[in-house]
């Protein structure tokens, strides 16, 4: 399997905790944890390469993380993009850690980051899930992701 087009790619961990910070303006909400991982055939089948990983996450992380512009939705959407007006989470942090991606993301006050405060406060183990567009070619029964990989969101999911 050879596929020239580009698919939306969407890898799940639920290795995340919930921190509680306090600030100046009152009690903030955040999530942290493992948010993707590289060289590990995932339950998707799919196995990204650290080369493929690292040289895609470095990229999201300058042009988005470092911007203060990476944002997340509640669940995933079935477009490639985030909705500015659909955001829960703000990444705040990425970085590597041997294989392990760990991540730190806030809980914005919109309407779907007050769905994920209630949720988390009421006890909910929320996951976060990236969201990524790529080419895969299969090899062994494995489906490799090509270095065209772009990240485009982390998103909160259950």
């Given at each position: 399997?050879?596929?020239?087009?580009?698919?939306?790619?969407?890898e799940?961990?639920?290795?995340v905790?919930?921190?509680?910070?306090q600030?100046?303006?009152?009690?903030?909400?955040?999530?942290?944890?493992?948010?993707a991982?590289?060289?590990?055939?995932?339950?998707?089948?799919?196995?990204?390469e650290?080369?493929?990983?690292?040289?895609?996450?470095?990229?999201?992380i300058?042009?988005?993380?470092?911007?203060?512009?990476?944002?997340?939705?509640?669940?995933?959407?079935?477009?490639?993009?985030?909705?500015?007006?659909?955001?829960?989470?703000?990444?705040?942090?990425?970085?590597?850690?041997?294989?392990?991606?760990?991540?730190?993301?806030?809980?914005l006050?919109?309407p779907?980051?007050?769905?994920?405060?209630?949720?988390?406060?009421?006890?909910?183990?929320?996951g976060?899930?990236?969201?990524?567009?790529?080419?895969?070619?299969?090899?062994?029964?494995?489906?490799?992701?090509?270095?065209?990989?772009?990240?485009?969101?982390?998103?909160?999911?259950?």
């Amino acid at each position: 399997m050879s596929n020239n087009k580009y698919n939306l790619l969407i890898e799940s961990s639920d290795n995340v905790d919930v921190l509680s910070e306090q600030t100046d303006q009152g009690k903030q909400l955040y999530i942290e944890g493992i948010f993707a991982q590289a060289n590990k055939v995932n339950g998707n089948g799919r196995l990204y390469e650290r080369r493929v990983m690292e040289n895609a996450m470095d990229k999201y992380i300058n042009e988005y993380v470092n911007k203060h512009r990476a944002l997340g939705e509640l669940n995933h959407p079935e477009r490639p993009m985030v909705d500015v007006s659909e955001a829960a989470i703000l990444i705040s942090e990425l970085r590597w850690d041997g294989d392990d991606v760990y991540g730190k993301a806030k809980v914005l006050n919109t309407p779907k980051g007050q769905i994920v405060k209630g949720l988390l406060e009421g006890g909910f183990n929320m996951g976060v899930s990236t969201r990524a567009l790529g080419s895969l070619k299969e090899k062994g029964g494995i489906k490799y992701v090509q270095d065209d990989l772009m990240f485009t969101a982390v998103d909160c999911v259950d």
